[in-house]
């Protein structure tokens, strides 16, 4: 299925053409050195990740209207029922927009380099340690 494949890509940071190498440099988002360090293309099959200046001006779109899910879920599901002031929420929806800003950042990429590269399981992987 197309959506599971795209899922596989972007939750586990692999390359969405072959599934095998990675493409930020590190796993962990909160790596905060080196979390927004992308492989130019991918060590596996060879899919660039770069594919034009400003390519990824587009997942900016996807950080937005992930930012916009996350409002919205945290508005019905803590803002309505639990009537906290209307201060203490934007204080908190602030602080949790900081914190996981540097998750969002990478699945915005992710999300945004898997809705022009599908997955070819016949893709040649070039590097026999991944
Ligand atoms: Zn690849």
Redesign the pocket.
């Known amino acids: 299925m197309k959506l599971k494949e795209k899922l596989f890509s972007v939750l586990n940071n692999k ?1 969405p ?5 990675p493409v930020f440099e590190v796993n962990n988002p909160y790596n905060l050195k080196r979390f927004d360090k992308m492989h130019k293309s ?1 060590p ?4 660039t990740y770069h594919k034009e200046p400003g390519f990824y001006y587009g997942a900016m779109i996807v950080s937005y209207m992930l930012n916009g899910a996350l409002f919205i879920f945290t508005f019905l599901g803590i803002y309505v029922p639990m009537e906290i002031d209307a201060i203490s929420y934007i204080v908190t929806m602030g602080l949790l927009i900081v914190i996981l800003a540097p998750l969002t950042f990478r699945l915005s990429r992710l999300v945004w380099l898997n809705v022009f590269v599908g997955f070819d399981p016949a ?1 040649k ?1 070039f590097n026999p340690e991944l």
Request: with cysteine; proline share 0%.
């Open positions: 390359c053409k072959c599934h095998k190498g991918c596996c099959c060879g899919e893709a992987c």
